[in-house]
């Protein structure tokens, strides 16, 4: 095969004349250029290191501060170096002429001018980075110090910043007080509890608070000194990457593609536009040119070339600096496919042309080949054990790496999944499912996201959650949708724009002599991702009626009008309430991830009373009282005062110090039976939907949480649309994906119902 041949650098043959050495130009010339692109990577990586480091200084600006402070003071005919080079001593007198030693000493006290103007504008910006007044400003509106912050902080930031520029500017996050943490958790947990379980529970608080709390709390201050982040660390580490079950379905989510927009009805030139356009995003990373905003940055870090790799009692994340391949799967083979080629990104067309070879290969699965990926759909430890035995060595090792050192994992899915207008339910139903969890062989869940393109040309991800969080993924997908079908575009005939590359050597077969032990402990794992996968209830309902254009006419938080509706919904669903999870950032802190609010509270609870009772005339008073507080609930979690991080890690210093606590072991053993998080629109300006409305992404979901409850994602697309992701277990008798769907959808209406009937009052 041409392929083969041209991997070859050189061939040789013994002849009596001597060694005979046969170069192939090609290779050499391929070696060359893969080199030439390292060391650019390698020059971009300094340079973006020392632009973050003098930032918000620049090169360019030291240039002038000394340029300008060695001509005013050759103008005044003063001694630049301000005495220093007298006080250096004769050496140095003796090196240097006098005109050099002048030049000399203007550049060291212009660089010292320079340095101390970016300390204190770093400082400034600090301080107003700092200051979060901002979000408690009615919601719109905007006060007179907002604006001038906002100005402020555009002035101390500098001219053109990078994507980690902040990073040094950032606070850290502080540590709640004790007393606070605990009063703001008895008020969450109130509306939950009776007179008699909560006086048992405010009795094992102020036990807490007094005794064991103060002396927990002084290890967590001593660790945020030390430590960027005193909560960041523990939680990858203990909430991810030491669960031993599944992290499919239980931990990863996935990602959807359009909602009404088909591109291309050809599985290999969808794939061949958007992983061209993934790692266009990876060169913007790489070279930190994403458009940053005053926010932590650092888990783009991991988005690409990283793996999870099992352990026995825990995982780590392994992330390579550089990866020029992907792997792909499809009808239980793996390919290794090379994404560089003449020193350059393969053009969209070129990355066609290698997944029609794969499709068009006809070769069948080695054995055990074909089901090898259900191993990161089962239980941790099993397949930590056997990553130990049977892939550290040999063929195996060789094709395990190809998989985790890739930039990304693709599967070119042999099933056809879209939204069908004259089918929605079931047709979403089953994109989800399939993004979700799939065949449980057919994703190779540990990588740090999976790109599925289906048989029909549709696409999504399934990432794996313990890197990042869901708003750096969608970055990168706003990103991708966005070039997709406009940018890169498609020819009538539904390929990709461009050539054929006829030198282009074709994917790599990876090889595997997986033993009959293996394959047993394979077919168990995947026993248990299918039984896991076939308990998901999942429902997806695009909700059209109005969307954040109305409900901010209402004046109201369209955040906290959707986590009303869920509380109303629920008590319609269930007839009772429940510990209620909304994941909010903590990222305008330093290594900042998530924290908790607790949606259901007194006020939101209230109001569902007075729906449930008829209580017409209270109704709106009652909600805009419930979406003030849980207004505030969300900035006081994002601006570092949450409880839930706070009482995570003080139970961890409880371990490390080997003290029980009954309190805090009661605090996390509570079930979240309603998990919900919005999914933001981040990039606006990258979709006009005025002009083309049909190009809304339906955004993405999770697992289930409880095995009673409800997980709950939306996503707010332009004015007039909510999408939600409903998930549940068919297992529960409690629960049923689409009756919630529906008590969500009426909840919705209901609501936005109140302010029409207070505008024909008025």
């Not at 090898?372 to 049977?390: H, M, V």
């Not at 089918?423 to 599925?452: E, Q, V």
Request: glycine share 6%; charged share 25%.
């Amino acid at each position: 095969m041409a392929e083969a041949h041209q991997a070859v650098a050189f061939q040789f043959t013994v002849t009596p004349d001597g060694i005979d050495l046969q170069l192939s130009h090609e290779a050499l010339r391929q070696i060359y250029l893969s080199g030439l692109h390292s060391w650019k990577k390698r020059f971009i990586r300094f340079k973006n290191g020392v632009m973050t480091g003098v930032y918000p200084g620049s090169p360019a600006g030291f240039m002038i501060v000394v340029g300008s402070y060695m001509s005013y003071n050759k103008y005044k005919q003063l001694d630049p170096s301000l005495g220093l080079i007298a006080k250096l001593g004769m050496d140095l007198l003796l090196l240097f002429s006098l005109s050099v030693s002048l030049i000399v000493g203007g550049v060291l006290v212009g660089t010292g001018l320079w340095v101390t103007i970016i300390m204190i504008m770093r400082n400034v910006l600090k301080c107003l980075l700092s200051w979060h007044g901002w979000m408690y400003v009615r919601h719109g509106s905007t006060s007179w110090s907002a604006r001038l912050w906002m100005i402020l902080v555009k002035v101390f930031s500098g001219r053109k910043p990078m994507l980690y520029s902040f990073q040094n500017s950032l606070p850290r996050l502080p540590v709640p007080s004790i007393k606070d943490t605990c009063r703001r958790y008895l008020d969450s947990v109130r509306p939950l509890m009776d007179d008699e379980q909560f006086e048992r529970m405010k009795g094992l608080t102020k036990d807490f608070e007094k005794n064991l709390g103060p002396r927990l709390q002084w290890y967590l201050k001593l660790k945020s000194w030390w430590a960027s982040n005193y909560v960041s660390d523990w939680w990858e580490e203990y909430i991810y990457l030491r669960g031993r079950g599944p992290i499919m379905v239980n931990s990863n989510y996935y990602v959807m593609d359009f909602l009404y927009v088909f591109p291309t009805s050809l599985q290999a030139a969808r794939a061949g536009n958007v992983i061209h356009a993934i790692m266009l995003y990876r060169r913007k990373l790489d070279r930190a040119q994403i458009k940053p905003v005053p926010l932590c940055s650092a888990q783009w870090e991991r988005m690409f070339n990283t793996t999870r790799i099992p352990g026995l009692e825990t995982d780590i994340l392994l992330h390579m600096n550089e990866s020029k391949h992907i792997a792909v799967y499809h009808k239980g083979r793996f390919f290794k496919v090379w994404l560089f080629y003449d020193g350059r990104l393969l053009l969209p067309r070129e990355i066609e042309q290698q997944m029609e070879r794969i499709l068009s290969d006809e070769s069948e699965p080695l054995p055990g080949e074909d089901k090898l990926a259900a191993l990161t759909a089962g239980d941790r430890t099993p397949w930590a054990k056997a990553r130990e035995t049977f892939f550290s060595c040999g063929k195996n090792k060789q094709s395990l790496d190809a998989i985790e050192k890739a930039a990304f994992f693709v599967t070119l899915d042999d099933t056809e999944q879209r939204y069908d207008e004259n089918n929605p339910i079931t047709s979403l139903d089953s994109f989800a499912k399939s993004l979700l969890h799939g065949k449980c062989y057919d994703r190779w869940f540990d990588k740090s996201f999976n790109l599925m393109v289906f048989k029909n040309g549709t696409m999504g991800l399934n990432v794996e959650h313990s890197w990042a969080d869901a708003p750096i993924v969608g970055h990168l997908w706003e990103y991708v949708l966005s070039m997709d079908p406009v940018k890169l575009g498609y020819t009538e005939d539904g390929h990709c724009k461009g050539e054929l590359h006829p030198n282009l050597p074709g994917p790599q077969r990876l090889q595997w002599e997986i033993p009959a032990e293996c394959e047993e402990i394979i077919q168990k794992s995947l026993t248990l991702a299918r039984n896991l996968a076939d308990d998901v209830d999942s429902h997806i309902i695009p909700f059209t009626n109005f969307g954040k254009g109305l409900i901010k006419k209402c004046r109201t938080s369209p955040d906290a009008f959707i986590q009303i509706a869920l509380q109303l919904a629920h008590y319609r669903d269930k007839g009772k309430f429940c510990l209620t999870y909304e994941a909010s950032m903590t990222r305008l802190f330093r290594e900042g991830r998530t924290e908790t609010v607790r949606s259901c509270t007194m006020e939101a609870c209230n109001f569902v009373r007075s729906m449930i009772r008829d209580e017409t005339v209270e109704r709106l008073r009652l909600l805009k009282l419930a979406a003030e507080k849980h207004q505030n609930m969300y900035c006081v979690a994002m601006t570092g005062g949450g409880i839930d991080r706070h009482l995570f890690c003080l139970y961890v210093v409880s371990k490390y110090l080997g003290e029980d606590s009954p309190f805090l072991k009661e605090v996390l053993s509570e079930p979240w039976r309603l998990s919900t998080s919005q999914t933001p629109l981040q990039q606006v300006e990258l979709f006009d939907l005025v002009r083309h409305p049909e190009y809304v992404t339906c955004g993405g979901g999770f697992g289930p949480v409880a095995d009673d409850g409800y997980g709950v994602s939306y996503m707010i697309v332009g004015e007039n649309l909510i999408n939600f992701h409903i998930s549940s277990k068919h297992s529960s008798p409690e629960t049923d994906s689409h009756r919630f769907g529906a008590n969500i959808r009426q909840a919705m209406l209901d609501i936005l119902n109140l302010f029409q009937i207070d505008k024909k009052e008025k």
